[in-house]
Structure formats: C-alpha cells, structure tokens
C-alpha cells in the first residue's frame, strides 16, 4: 500500500476532517521520527496516516481499532503497519514491541494537545508555538482535558524520548504540513 492508497482509505472511512488533520498529523510526527532514527519513513508514516482510520464506524473501545483490523488485512496493508495500529490503543492488550509501535503511541495522544494549544494562541499557528507554550497549557487540567497526560508521558518514556523533547520534536514534525492541518496561522 502507498500514500495514495492510504488516503484515499482515510477518506472512505473518514468524514470528520478534524479527524482526518489528527491522523495528517500523527503521520507528520511518525515520518518525523523515522528520519530521526533512519526508519522507513513511508512505512512509519502509512501507520501514522492509518491508526484511527476506523473511528467513525467503530467508535467504541470494544472496537476500535480491533474492528478495523480485517479491513486493513483486505486492503493488503503490511502486517507491521497492522500491528502498530493495533498496539496503539492499551485495551487491545497488544504490547508494543518495536521502535515503530511505540512512536505510534508517543505520537498520537500529543498531536492533540499541541493543536489545542495552537489555536487557543492569536496566531492560530504552528509556526510560533514552543514546547514552553504547551508546558504552560499542561498544568490547566481543563484545558484539552481529553488529552491524557498520563498516557502522553508514559508513551514519551516508553519511546524514549524526554518528554518536552518529544513535545518540540512534534510541533517541528507538525510544522511541515501546518496549512494542511489548518495551524499556518491568521496572518
């Protein structure tokens, strides 16, 4: 399976486009990393683009993304791509076991947060934003309370890779396509 291929099934399942800019950016940050540690970053990044594809039509923990499992099996996407996705959510019971998998799960809870954080800012941009901009987000517990803060320092320590680190090393990852994720700014 190639890029292409991938959208276009993002873009068969996939109808919310604030979902479709979450996985764009999990895919950025997976890409990111890949050429960090000299991975495939077409592979790293098919998982990224691919891991919440389900959402719409299984929206529940019971299955996703355990439901979209046969779809991407028939779709002939390569069984580490399928792996990673499944070991992306801890209720699959799924561990994560290779550098690919745990990127996948340090990438995508803080794709979240930084967005939140983008926006709230008057720039509406990525461009501006430094990981002291969401570390001052952090602390408010309201603010994107849907962003576990628990699972986004467990993954980043799990991946290895300090947490404020991983926060920069996303908002540069998510940088590279901000006008596709709607974060270039208002100015």
């Known amino acids: 399976m190639n890029r292409e291929d991938a959208l276009k099934l993002v873009r068969e399942y996939v109808k919310n486009e604030n979902l479709v800019r979450h996985m764009l950016a999990v895919e950025a ?23 919440d594809f389900d959402w719409e039509i299984h929206p529940t923990l019971e299955e996703h993304p355990q439901a979209g499992e046969p779809i991407l099996r028939q779709r ?4 580490a791509i399928i792996r990673a996705i499944q070991s992306h959510a801890d209720h699959t019971g799924v561990p994560r076991l290779s550098l690919m998998e745990k990127a996948l799960y340090a990438c995508d809870e803080i794709t979240g947060l930084v967005t939140a954080v983008a926006l709230v800012r008057p720039s509406r941009s990525l461009h501006d934003l430094t990981y ?3 570390k001052k987000k952090w602390k408010d ?7 576990n803060r628990e699972e986004i320092e467990r993954a980043a320590q799990e991946f ?11 908002i540069q990852a998510m940088r590279r396509i901000a006008p596709e994720l709607g974060l270039e700014g208002n100015g």
């Open 29 to 51: 940050c997976m890409r990111y990393y890949a050429e960090k540690f000299g991975e495939d970053a077409e592979v790293w990044g098919l998982a990224g683009l691919l891991h």
């Open 76 to 79: 002939q996407v390569p069984e």
């Open 132 to 134: 002291q901009s969401v």
């Open 141 to 147: 517990r309201a603010f994107a309370a849907g962003a």
């Open 160 to 170: 290895g890779v300090e947490l404020w680190a991983h926060v920069e090393n996303v």
